[in-house]
């Protein structure tokens, strides 16, 4: 018995005193995770902020609508990546839970050899269809060369950006997440001051913020990789000895894949709604790009708890303790409610004094009023449908959120552009779509989640009495 323990204690050594996330409180360890994921966010939205506004002020309007014409695209290749990302997180959890370490070292390997293949094709190609693509989604001419310019830099430094978005979901998947809160800081800093030599002392425009974010990017994914190396087994990894698990990188897409293109529909029904609120007039505009700014601080409390939720099942299921996945689910639920209903309230609680920051117009602050309200009134009702997204996550079910966010969201959403909306083309008809597509997203998640959750409980029992 005594040599079981010692292997037992020799096991949790082997993972260089990870935090154990399979026993002991749910609150204070979903609290340590999230808090860095959410620091992360709002210092990449000041480091992105900060980008725009140094081309905007030392190199003119044109560079900056040629940086920010291309967020639409580089956003939808982000939640593209992301989503992969989770898939290594999901996989490399439950072999984490399993306590098998070849697995988890397997598993790490074939996350960053499908990071630095993925990151160099998308590099190819978007070099390739650059102007196209630019063309399709009408940049104005006069802008479009410099918006070409940005964007081939960015898609130089593809490969770096991707990988360091896979190095964090190593990092997630046993619970650090300190690691690239750290490197993020540091390259986000650098970041700021390459921008400003480039674009102040060397004058280079968009080329100089392009050149700027790739270095950057550079750094926080070498940073990372350094950490990786320094690790022991089975997180530790050498360049010269990378190997892919076939049944590993399927494990992964079949996660990952559908969780990417779910973030890309999510971007792409956000687009149809923009255009909208385009169609409602440039005081309607400022108003929603106002309060859009209060809207992704609330989402950034959210995904974070909702990370942790996906991480903590899967390590729980992954050990085959079904009845702590039930706890972090109830856990990670009341949690994610308490920190973004919290942060909503006192946004619209705050929302005369810090709306009247960004513009001073009546008509375009009693719009972005209108918009918070209604869409941070119903903050409970999101969060909660992304905790049951990501519980179902992390017990390996990522095509069913898939497909009700594309049912309940995406085409919730476009059909009420072409119909509530055309009727009775106002801002707050327009913004009903956000409230009526989480709650019957939330409807059929839950069902869903209960349903496998029993399958679960069900097969976990079998093969006990077996």
């Known amino acids: 018995m005594s040599g079981s323990n010692s292997n037992a204690r020799n096991e949790r050594s082997d993972n260089n005193g990870l935090p154990d996330l399979l026993s002991g409180s749910i609150w204070d360890k979903m609290l340590k995770f999230a808090m860095p994921l959410i620091a992360a966010s709002v210092l990449q939205q000041l480091?992105?902020?900060?980008?725009?506004?140094?081309?905007?002020?030392?190199?003119?309007k044109l560079a900056m609508a040629a940086v920010g014409s291309n967020a639409p695209l580089i956003g939808l290749l982000i939640n593209l990546f992301l989503g992969l990302a989770l898939g290594s997180n999901v996989v490399i959890a439950r072999f984490i839970g399993e306590r098998n370490n070849s697995k988890v070292h397997s598993a790490v390997?074939?996350?960053l050899i499908i990071a630095l293949i993925g990151g160099i094709v998308i590099m190819c190609a978007g070099i390739a269809i650059t102007p196209t693509v630019l063309a399709i989604i009408e940049v104005p001419l006069k802008v479009r060369t410099l918006a070409i310019l940005y964007l081939r830099i960015f898609f130089l430094g593809m490969p770096f950006f991707v990988i360091y978005n896979f190095e964090s979901a190593i990092f997630r998947s046993k619970g650090n997440t300190r690691t690239p809160l750290y490197c993020l800081t540091f390259s986000g800093l650098l970041n700021v001051i390459l921008n400003l030599f480039f674009v102040i002392?060397?004058?280079?425009?968009?080329?100089?913020?392009?050149t700027a974010t790739v270095m950057a990017n550079m750094v926080s994914c070498g940073l990372l990789f350094y950490f990786l190396k320094r690790d022991k087994f089975p997180f530790g990894v050498r360049a010269k000895t990378l190997r892919m698990d076939k049944a590993i990188l399927i494990n992964i897409m079949k996660i990952g894949l559908p969780s990417g293109v779910q973030g890309m529909l999510f971007s792409f029904s956000n687009l149809v709604i923009q255009s909208a609120i385009n169609s409602l007039g440039a005081d309607t505009m400022a108003g929603s790009a106002i309060s859009f700014y209060f809207e992704l601080t609330v989402f950034f409390v959210l995904s974070a708890f909702s990370q942790?939720?996906?991480?903590?099942?899967?390590?729980?299921?992954?050990?085959?303790?079904?009845?702590?996945?039930?706890?972090?689910?109830?856990?990670?639920?009341?949690?994610?409610i308490l920190f973004t209903v919290s942060v909503s309230g006192l946004f619209l609680l705050l929302d005369k004094n810090i709306l009247g920051l960004f513009n001073s117009d009546p008509q375009v602050l009693a719009l972005a009023h209108a918009r918070l309200l209604i869409i941070l009134s119903a903050q409970g009702i999101n969060c909660t449908n992304e905790s049951m997204s990501a519980a179902l996550r992390g017990l390996g079910n990522s095509l069913v959120p898939a497909i009700i966010s594309l049912l309940c969201i995406c085409g919730v959403r476009i059909l009420w552009v072409y119909t509530g909306f055309r009727h009775f083309h106002t801002l707050k008809a327009l913004l009903l779509c956000y409230p009526l597509s989480w709650s019957l997203s939330l409807a059929l998640m839950t069902l869903i989640y209960l349903r496998v959750r029993k399958e679960k409980l069900y097969l976990s029992s079998s093969l006990t009495c077996t």
């Not at 991480?311 to 009845?323: D, E, P, R, V, W």
Request: charged fraction near 15%; include cysteine.
């Open 47 to 60: 480091f992105n902020a900060t980008d725009v506004a140094v081309v905007g002020r030392f190199a003119g």
């Open 201 to 210: 002392k060397l004058e280079m425009g968009v080329a100089g913020v392009a």
């Open 109 to 111: 390997n074939t996350t």
């Open 308 to 336: 942790a939720i996906t991480t903590f099942i899967s390590q729980s299921y992954g050990a085959g303790n079904l009845k702590r996945c039930r706890d972090v689910v109830k856990t990670g639920v009341v949690m994610n």
